[in-house]
Each structure stands twice: as structure tokens, then as C-alpha cells.
């Protein structure tokens, strides 16, 4: 009866860790929100008892199932509760995506939703063009404690695309090698009005932010950094990596520089 009742007991025990999810968080919660224009963003939170939580935005072409997007939440689990969702166009959630036209809605939704989970603390982890949106929804609101923003483009229409560097092959070879997992985009019309970074920066008042770009990014050059760096009115950092290649590639190529960074920085800026 003994070694039934421990057998019982170890698996269990085992069946809780497999569920304990990203960085051995204590539960996943998964879900669909609503953004204000009825759009469906589906999120997954993890939870580890933590009074302040980070959300993670992904960049273009990425879902929350995108393994570096996951690498990243097991990065900050064991510190802090992680919310991580995906923009319209992408993954589980509906619409279109609109090229940060629209997305901020989504962003609204789910801050509003870690404000109704009682956190103390809100941080951001933003990569790309998930980064622009969240300086976008900064601008408006005061309860985004701390920001760090990888690979932001500083304009929407002057992102660089050379496509004849290197580093652009190096993106398509881990989007192979992944069978495109989390990777994919239902794309609307690029046309709409939209705000960018450089013209809004400056209206954002309370919440620190540090911009992290690799010098060696095919997609969006380091002068966008470096450019919003120097038109923020709040505590800063820029953090220029040598060799970084575009946005979530530096979780791929240092996971654990890049978690020093954020973390340093989140524990200095989230007291």
C-alpha cells in the first residue's frame, strides 16, 4: 500500500512540473481578450506569485509560439509573472495586422487586463515593430512602469530591408531549420495612419526605457535606436550590441546577456 501511495505521489509530483510551464512558472493561463474594435488577441500568462509582471510584445511575423518568444519568457520567469500575447494577424488571435495602425488597441487590451490581475508593476518587453506599438500606447497612459525596447524602429516608413546582406540569410536559415513555427502574418493595409516612435517619444513622461540593438540588424539599423535614445525625456539607457543581428536573433545568439540586461534593468526600474 506504501509504494502504491508514493507511486501516486511521484507522478503527481511530476504531472504538476510538466504543467508548471516556461522557467518552471507555477501555472499557465491561457485566454482571448477583446481590443476595443472587437478583435480577438489571444495571450497566455505565466504565473509564478509575482506582484509586478513583464508582457513580452512580439515583432512582425511573430507569435507568441515562436521559440526565441518563448526563450524569452523563460528568461523572466523566474523573476516576475509573464504575460505574452499575440498582435492581430498573427497566431491564435483574429484580425489583420496594420502595421502598428491598429495594434496598439491590442496592447491597451492586455495592459488592461494585467491591471485587472492586481499587479503592482507593469513592465514591457518589446521586440521591432511590437517595440514602436509600445511606445505608441506610452504616449497615452501613465501605468507602464519600465520599458525595454529591442530593435525599434524609430520611423515606420524608413525601416532598411537589405535584403543583400548576410544576416538576412542568417533570419531565413532559423525560420527554416523552426519549420516556420510561430512565424506567419495575415497583413491589412499598410497605407493607414499611423504615429512613429520619433514624432511621440518625447510625450512619454514617467516610464524608463532601454533601447537594445545589435549593430549588425538587416531590417532596422541602429541609428533608430540611437535617434530615439536621444529624443527621450526620461530615464534612459542604449545598450548597442556588437555583432547583434535583428530583434529576437540576440535571445538566439546571448539568451543570457540579453537576460542580464533586461533583468538589471527591470530590478533597477521596478523597485
Not at 500568462?45 to 507569435?63: A, L, Q
Not at 518589446?126 to 529591442?150: Q, W, Y
Not at 493607414?192 to 531590417?219: A, Q
Not at 538566439?252 to 540579453?258: A, I, V
Given at each position: 500500500m506504501k509504494k502504491i501511495l508514493l507511486a501516486l505521489l511521484i507522478t503527481l509530483y511530476l504531472s504538476a512540473n510538466t504543467a508548471a510551464g516556461a522557467g518552471g512558472s507555477g501555472r499557465i493561463e491561457s485566454g482571448i481578450l477583446r481590443a476595443s474594435d472587437n478583435v480577438?488577441?489571444?495571450y497566455?500568462?505565466?504565473?509564478?506569485g509575482s506582484d509586478t509582471v513583464i508582457i513580452v510584445c512580439p515583432g512582425f511575423y511573430n507569435s507568441?509560439?515562436?521559440?526565441?518568444?518563448?526563450?524569452t519568457v523563460e528568461l523572466l520567469c523566474p523573476s516576475y509573472d509573464v504575460l505574452i500575447f499575440d498582435f492581430r494577424g498573427h497566431g491564435k488571435s483574429g484580425g489583420k495586422y496594420t502595421w502598428s495602425a491598429?495594434?496598439?488597441?491590442?496592447?491597451?487590451?492586455?495592459?488592461d487586463y494585467a491591471k485587472s490581475c492586481g499587479?503592482?508593476?507593469?513592465?514591457?518587453?518589446?521586440?521591432?515593430?511590437?517595440?514602436?506599438?509600445?511606445v505608441n500606447e506610452a504616449s497615452v497612459r501613465d501605468d507602464i512602469d519600465s520599458m525595454v525596447l529591442i530593435s525599434i524602429p524609430s520611423k515606420i516608413?524608413?525601416?532598411n530591408f537589405h535584403f543583400w546582406e548576410p544576416e538576412m540569410f542568417s533570419d531565413l536559415k532559423d525560420n527554416i531549420e523552426c519549420g516556420w513555427e510561430g512565424k506567419g502574418a495575415r497583413t491589412g493595409n499598410i497605407f493607414l495612419p499611423k504615429d512613429d516612435p520619433i514624432d511621440i517619444i518625447g510625450r512619454i513622461?514617467?516610464?524608463?526605457?532601454?533601447?537594445?540593438?545589435?549593430?549588425?540588424?538587416w531590417i532596422i539599423k541602429?541609428?533608430?535606436?540611437?535617434v530615439l535614445y536621444g529624443a527621450a525625456n526620461v530615464e534612459k539607457r542604449l545598450e548597442i550590441i556588437k555583432g547583434g543581428l535583428h530583434a529576437e536573433r540576440m535571445i538566439q545568439s546571448d539568451p543570457e546577456g540579453m537576460k542580464r540586461l533586461m533583468l538589471d534593468w527591470f530590478f533597477e526600474t521596478l523597485k
Amino acid at each position: 500500500m506504501k509504494k502504491i501511495l508514493l507511486a501516486l505521489l511521484i507522478t503527481l509530483y511530476l504531472s504538476a512540473n510538466t504543467a508548471a510551464g516556461a522557467g518552471g512558472s507555477g501555472r499557465i493561463e491561457s485566454g482571448i481578450l477583446r481590443a476595443s474594435d472587437n478583435v480577438p488577441i489571444a495571450y497566455d500568462r505565466f504565473v509564478n506569485g509575482s506582484d509586478t509582471v513583464i508582457i513580452v510584445c512580439p515583432g512582425f511575423y511573430n507569435s507568441k509560439e515562436n521559440r526565441w518568444m518563448r526563450k524569452t519568457v523563460e528568461l523572466l520567469c523566474p523573476s516576475y509573472d509573464v504575460l505574452i500575447f499575440d498582435f492581430r494577424g498573427h497566431g491564435k488571435s483574429g484580425g489583420k495586422y496594420t502595421w502598428s495602425a491598429k495594434e496598439p488597441r491590442d496592447l491597451e487590451a492586455v495592459l488592461d487586463y494585467a491591471k485587472s490581475c492586481g499587479y503592482r508593476k507593469i513592465g514591457i518587453v518589446a521586440f521591432s515593430l511590437g517595440a514602436a506599438v509600445a511606445v505608441n500606447e506610452a504616449s497615452v497612459r501613465d501605468d507602464i512602469d519600465s520599458m525595454v525596447l529591442i530593435s525599434i524602429p524609430s520611423k515606420i516608413n524608413m525601416i532598411n530591408f537589405h535584403f543583400w546582406e548576410p544576416e538576412m540569410f542568417s533570419d531565413l536559415k532559423d525560420n527554416i531549420e523552426c519549420g516556420w513555427e510561430g512565424k506567419g502574418a495575415r497583413t491589412g493595409n499598410i497605407f493607414l495612419p499611423k504615429d512613429d516612435p520619433i514624432d511621440i517619444i518625447g510625450r512619454i513622461k514617467k516610464t524608463p526605457m532601454l533601447f537594445i540593438h545589435g549593430d549588425h540588424d538587416w531590417i532596422i539599423k541602429d541609428r533608430h535606436s540611437r535617434v530615439l535614445y536621444g529624443a527621450a525625456n526620461v530615464e534612459k539607457r542604449l545598450e548597442i550590441i556588437k555583432g547583434g543581428l535583428h530583434a529576437e536573433r540576440m535571445i538566439q545568439s546571448d539568451p543570457e546577456g540579453m537576460k542580464r540586461l533586461m533583468l538589471d534593468w527591470f530590478f533597477e526600474t521596478l523597485k
